[in-house]
Antibody, heavy 119, light 109 residues
Framework: DVQLVQSGAEVKKPGESLKISCKGSGYSFSSYWIAWVRQMPGKGLEWLGIIYPGDSKTRYSPSFQGQVTISADKSIGTAYLQWSSLKASDTAIYYC????????????WGQGTLVTVSS | EIVLTQSPATLSLSPGERATLSCGASQSVSSSYLAWYQQKAGLAPRLLIYDASIRAAGIPDRFSGSGSGTDFTLTISRLEPEDFAVYFCQQYSSSSPLTFGGGTKVEIK
């Protein structure tokens, strides 16, 4: 079975760094895009960007370019989303999701990682 | 960037009734690259429909999608108790940043 398993909830202070993960299993991890999606409390879905683990090619939403970094380690089947300096406004649930291709939607999603940034 | 506007924001219906959800795009969505997702409280979204009208694997046939260009519709023919949730549309045109609509909440009347 295809599974995307994300790392656990995090509580951080403003200015701290953070890296969360998404581990894929049950399919060829290198051959499918992984997207990251933000959902702020009680709000809708926002696309941050995508990565193709096979060659680490990335594409970012203009709204999030420079705010986050997406990476992947295909040897361990894991994608990452990281911040160098968190803000309170980064408080949200972050989902990873699989894309068969960039002209198909997300067919599998991780369970989400809650990131809370508070002083 | 293509902006997607969903309406209504909230739909209050009873089980057994028909639900019609709309998604309007600020510019034409190429090749009908539009999907619908269902999200229940505390859970990740689930893919229902892609390419505007194709049901994803395992999705009941009471869910149907239609539309093209800038106007798309998700129809639930007869609401089951498990269908009360929030629904999002998404466009995934490769020539534009991927975007989601703001969501429609289908609640029990």
């Amino acid at each position: 079975d295809v599974q995307l398993v994300q790392s656990g909830a995090e509580v951080k202070k403003p200015g701290e760094s953070l890296k969360i993960s998404c581990k894929g299993s049950g399919y060829s991890f290198s051959s499918y895009w992984i997207a990251w999606v933000r959902q702020m409390p009680g709000k809708g879905l926002e696309w941050l960007g995508i990565i193709y683990p096979g060659d680490s090619k990335t594409r970012y939403s203009p709204s999030f370019q420079g705010q986050v970094t997406i990476s992947a380690d295909k040897s361990i089947g894991t994608a990452y989303l990281q911040w160098s300096s968190l803000k309170a406004s980064d408080t949200a649930i972050y989902y990873c999701a699989r894309h068969v291709s960039t002209v198909l939607p997300f067919d599998y999603w991780g369970q989400g990682t809650l990131v809370t940034v508070s002083s | 960037e293509i902006v997607l506007t969903q309406s209504p924001a909230t739909l209050s219906l009873s089980p057994g009734e028909r639900a019609t959800l709309s998604c309007g795009a600020s510019q034409s969505v190429s090749s009908s690259y539009l999907a619908w997702y269902q999200q229940k409280a505390g859970l990740a979204p689930r893919l229902l429909i892609y390419d505007a009208s194709i049901r994803a694997a395992g999705i009941p046939d009471r869910f149907s999608g239609s539309g093209s260009g800038t106007d798309f519709t998700l129809t639930i023919s007869r609401l089951e108790p498990e269908d009360f949730a929030v629904y999002f549309c998404q466009q995934y045109s490769s020539s534009s940043p991927l975007t989601f609509g703001g969501g429609t909440k289908v609640e029990i009347k």
